[in-house]
């Protein structure tokens, strides 16, 4: 599906976990020229600052600000506008500055975050993840009102409903699906955020992740939807539409995550 984004008072806003932004750049460079977004986020680049592409987005013609570690993490934000007022990570724990990036693009601000996967349930790692949740959540409160308008996007690694994997009975002791972190996401959204995708799209099915380890994952559609794009509710009013699109996926080289595409009317 070819977007052309030549309405001024439309914002495109794009979310992609790329899993190795070097290894995926041809198909984030794609994602660009055919969706032309106002904000690519990109979540799990692993790429350090020194080594990011600059030249590929400056020869696009793209602003961008980064923050990222050798084979883990990283979050980016991509955009034809200026970049203001950015900051990294949660102040309590320097060292998740490569899971948040906070911009404002257009008037709008947006956050962008990679959350912990959480390992497994006994593990310190999944714990680590119900805190981050709540210190993200502290982050919403101290810094917004839920009347501004505010995007949060990125991969949550969280499948909120059962409508949001395909296996939910096998999979209710999972880290993105046990009831205690659908509980620590579901609290975060309660500070005033509205599913944008779920606004447009009520169908089982959709998702945004398909595992390399299952073969045959995305054919028989074994998918997760871990990726969220979610608006403060004025914002989300003036959502278009929300789709995820899949294209991406069943490409060359693909990650095992997909983009997830949003519009508002900002007019």
Aim: charged share 30%.
């Amino acid at each position: 599906m070819q977007i052309a984004n030549d309405q001024k008072d439309i914002m495109r806003v794009i979310t992609f976990n790329v899993n190795s932004l070097r290894v995926r750049l041809p198909v984030v460079m794609e994602c660009l020229r055919l969706h032309r977004p106002d904000a690519l986020c990109l979540q799990e680049t692993k790429v350090q600052d020194h080594d990011f592409p600059k030249d590929d987005f400056d020869a696009e013609g793209y602003n961008y600000v980064f923050k990222g570690e050798k084979t883990y993490n990283g979050v980016a934000v991509i955009s034809p506008h200026e970049i203001k007022n950015v900051r990294f990570g949660l102040a309590e724990e320097p060292k998740d500055s490569s899971r948040l990036i906070k911009a404002d693009i257009k008037g709008v601000s947006i956050v962008n975050t990679y959350v912990p996967q959480g390992a497994f349930l006994e593990s310190k790692k999944y714990q680590y993840k119900l805190d981050w949740f709540q210190r993200l959540g502290r982050f919403f409160k101290e810094n917004f009102e839920p009347d501004e308008p505010l995007v949060w996007v990125g991969d949550m690694n969280v499948a909120p409903n059962e409508a949001d994997l395909w296996n939910p009975e096998g999979n209710r002791e999972h880290v993105c699906f046990h009831e205690d972190v659908r509980k620590a996401f579901s609290n975060v959204v309660q500070l005033g955020f509205v599913d944008v995708f779920r606004k447009h799209c009520d169908q089982p099915g959709q998702y945004s992740f398909w595992d390399y380890r299952q073969r045959g994952s995305v054919e028989r559609n074994r998918g997760w939807r871990l990726d969220h794009i979610l608006a403060t509710k004025p914002l989300a009013d003036k959502s278009k539409s929300c789709f995820i699109d899949k294209q991406p996926r069943l490409g060359q080289r693909p990650s095992d995550h997909t983009p997830v595409i949003a519009e508002f009317d900002l007019g």
